[in-house]
């Protein structure tokens, strides 16, 4: 397999992990205006792979359809929609700034679902890298090398303030700060292994390219919409959390101009 695609793969992961070494170094706690304003920079972030990333190239891909070049990334949105509303549905798992666990009832410690939340939205990260990657080395003409990168590192930078937001609140609960980080680290670990069996499995990807984009897309704004956002909009009211979205949505945006 390609170095390059290895390594960019990993860099979300690094992104996670560095966020999550913020328990091992801040004193306190993440103050309730930090908290939204690292969820609205994430959603930025968010929001504009989606759109630049995923979703544009993968009507790209289907110019030839002409006017029915939206219907298959439409159709895919739908299905990565529809994916993460399972997993919501089917995995227990409790947002940092609720107290009420969602899913089917469970008795895992509060700790262990804080921790299934972040892991069940870094699924449709690590696809999305795995995606935009398979199709560069495939030599899809809509797919560089630096528009893979660029999407790595937009990952890896709203990454690191979730890292933060998963491994802090562990702290809280209890839990050391070795061990905090530890499994703020590992709710990352879904993303680079998505990405390389995405890779791995190119031949059979490559056909449906086009969906699997907008499918990526579809589930990173669904967990924009349903975690993020409320997460930003939390506690009193604040313009901080739209504020640091916009960041993060301009961040991103460049990126992917700049370097895709």
Not at 13 to 42: E, H, I, M, P
Not at 215 to 244: D, R
Request: glycine fraction near 10%; charged fraction near 10%.
């Amino acid at each position: 397999m390609n170095f390059q695609a290895v390594l960019g793969v990993c860099i979300p992961f690094v992104g996670t992990a560095a966020g999550a070494g913020c328990v091992l170094f801040l004193k306190n706690d993440l103050k309730d205006w930090v908290q939204r304003l690292l969820s609205g920079f994430a959603a930025g972030v968010m929001v504009a792979a989606s759109v630049w990333s995923l979703l544009i190239p993968a009507m790209d891909q289907c110019e030839g359809l002409g006017r029915w070049a939206f219907a298959p990334a439409a159709a895919g949105f739908w299905l990565g929609i529809l994916f993460l509303l399972a997993l919501d549905t089917l995995i227990p798992h409790l947002h940092v700034s609720s107290n009420e666990p969602e899913g089917p009832h469970s008795r895992l410690r509060r700790s262990t679902m804080l921790v299934l939340a972040v892991t069940l939205h870094n699924i449709p990260e690590g696809m999305a890298v795995g995606v935009v990657f398979a199709g560069w080395l495939s030599g899809s003409s809509q797919m560089t090398a630096a528009a893979a990168m660029a999407l790595a590192l937009g990952i890896a930078i709203q990454n690191f303030p979730e890292g933060a937001i998963i491994s802090m609140p562990l702290k809280a609960e209890g839990m050391s700060r070795r061990k905090a980080f530890g499994y703020g680290a590992l709710s990352g670990i879904v993303e680079p292994v998505g990405a390389l069996l995405t890779i791995l499995a190119a031949s059979w990807v490559l056909p449906a390219l086009p969906v699997l984009l907008a499918f990526a897309a579809g589930a990173m704004m669904y967990v924009v919409v349903e975690e993020l956002i409320p997460e930003m909009s939390a506690g009193e009211h604040s313009n901080i959390g739209t504020l640091a979205f916009a960041a993060g949505f301009t961040i991103m945006m460049a990126l992917d101009v700049a370097l895709g």
